[in-house]
């Protein structure tokens, strides 16, 4: 009880939206890996499949999608870098479910010990209606902040 | 973007039974409360009417069932001033509902910016089932970790 606890690896999820939630989720996860020096990996997913299905997007229309998506972690990483986060890292995946995507790919590939994410924080596209804070903080195996 | 974001004000949930995301929760707390010097707040909720109703308690057992909660708040107050907390507040409350409990009083008086709660936290005596976390996490004003 007496160790402190401290995370060791932090996942940052992004959405294209500037909202207040998404902005504080920010604030939070480098003042968090930059007080702790730990490293931050920053995360968004593109619903590939619903793209093709529903909106019928060209080839050309879906790849300039993706470079916008990660053009978007892009610009989270280097501002992370430049408030003196020291490892940093862009995470950007395509697939059918923002939820299954981060459970079963994102989680054990960067391995974090804490998701932050903004309570109104979803990704375009998705299936799933609304932020996908609550829902993870349920169904992931890690621990899970939820920032308003 | 640049401003860093610290929580200044910390609400601990905890319950009675020892489990290792509750012991997580408490060291998680105990490190940002003490790591920046913020005040936090001890927090159990006794579901008195259900232990009216449901456990048919004479008066001297609800008597003993509200002097065990407040001292499992007190020995987690004693342990966090132990950890260098210098401000820890012990919250006992009770009422119908635990969610609406904390959200309707406990976060409206202690004033929290962040809940931290373990993923299986979970009050005695409880009508809802299940862990108080992701729902917290959904229905909160403030920000939620649920810890694992």
Redesign the interface.
């Known amino acids: 009880?007496?160790?402190?606890?401290?995370y060791r690896r932090i996942l940052l999820t992004v959405d294209e939206d500037d909202n207040t939630s998404s902005?504080?989720a920010?604030?939070?996860a480098?003042?968090l890996a930059?007080?702790y020096a730990v490293p931050m990996g920053i995360c968004s997913v593109m619903e590939s499949e619903d793209i093709n299905i529903f909106d019928s997007l060209t080839p050309s229309k879906i790849q300039a999608k993706r470079h916008h998506v990660e053009d978007v972690v892009a610009e989270y990483v280097k501002?992370a870098e430049?408030?003196g986060v020291a490892h940093v890292e862009p995470l950007v995946y395509e697939g059918g479910d923002v939820d299954d995507v981060i459970l079963d790919r994102v989680i054990p590939e960067f391995k974090p010990d804490l998701l932050v994410t903004g309570?109104d924080t979803q990704f375009a596209h998705s299936k799933i209606a609304g932020a996908i804070?609550?829902r993870l903080?349920?169904k992931?195996?890690?621990?899970?902040?939820?920032?308003?």
């Not at 009880?1 to 401290?6: C, H």
């Open positions: 009880m007496s160790d402190p606890l401290i902005e504080r920010f604030r939070y480098t003042t930059r007080d501002m430049a408030e309570a804070g609550p903080a349920r992931a195996p890690i621990s899970v902040i939820v920032v308003r």
